[in-house]
């Protein structure tokens, strides 16, 4: 027998299956029961008009998916090479266009993982952490975010009018657009009004103003 031979015996000895199969019934166990805190918190977290139930449902197979693998990859090294090269040609084409999308798909993982491993107590310490710190963050009051006012008028010489309304009405507000055509005025205003009532109201009862719209928006906001 060659010394090759005596290292990869001894190699594979060390990393031969160690879990019992009660060990890893508790594992996948802990990993469906924090998979099912993980869609219970992004159900109650999510701010989204449209829920995407599919997505949550994603979550929780996600966690216990990663878990069995991580469980496979840890009892038998020469398996977890194979398993490696034949994950690494699965591609992933869905968008996440919420971030916070992309932080529970990241914690159902991660999740997934520390189950995986065994280290159970970390990822139940993981998830009150990140419950606590998400619902506290989420109550932090932020600026109101701008909004949009598209403003239409018969005759251009009465935009100096609805400029002194923004002004009086407003706290910040910015011309993003203005159109002239055969006459006619149109502005696009982001702005932050005091009072939204009041701002709309003082604008359409200008006497060329045409037609107020506005328009909000869950982007960036403006200190």
Not at 11 to 19: G, I, M, R, S, W
Not at 98 to 120: E, K, R
Request: charged share 15%.
């Amino acid at each position: 027998m060659h010394f090759s031979d005596i290292f990869k015996q001894s190699f594979l000895k060390e990393f031969a299956p160690n879990y019992s199969a009660s060990s890893m019934l508790l594992f996948l166990g802990i990993a469906a029961a924090l998979g099912l805190y993980i869609f219970l918190v992004y159900r109650l977290v999510t701010k989204k008009s449209f829920y995407n139930k599919s997505f949550n449902l994603s979550l929780w197979v996600l966690t216990v998916v990663t878990a069995a693998i991580i469980i496979t990859i840890s009892s038998n090294i020469v398996l977890s090479l194979g398993m490696v090269g034949a994950l690494s040609i699965v591609r992933y084409r869905t968008a996440i266009k919420d971030p916070m999308d992309l932080v529970f798909l990241f914690w159902a993982i991660s999740t997934g993982i520390i189950c995986g491993a065994g280290i159970t107590v970390v990822a139940v310490e993981l998830a009150i952490l990140i419950t606590i710190g998400v619902f506290i963050l989420d109550k932090i009051p932020m600026p109101r975010p701008m909004r949009i006012m598209t403003v239409s008028a018969s005759d251009c010489s009465c935009e100096a009018e609805i400029m002194a309304a923004l002004r009086q009405h407003c706290k910040y507000h910015k011309v993003k657009s203005r159109t002239l055509s055969q006459g006619l005025l149109n502005i696009v205003v982001e702005y932050n009004a005091r009072d939204e009532r009041r701002c709309t109201a003082a604008i359409s009862a200008i006497k060329c103003v045409t037609s107020v719209s506005t328009l909000a928006h869950d982007g960036e906001v403006t200190f």
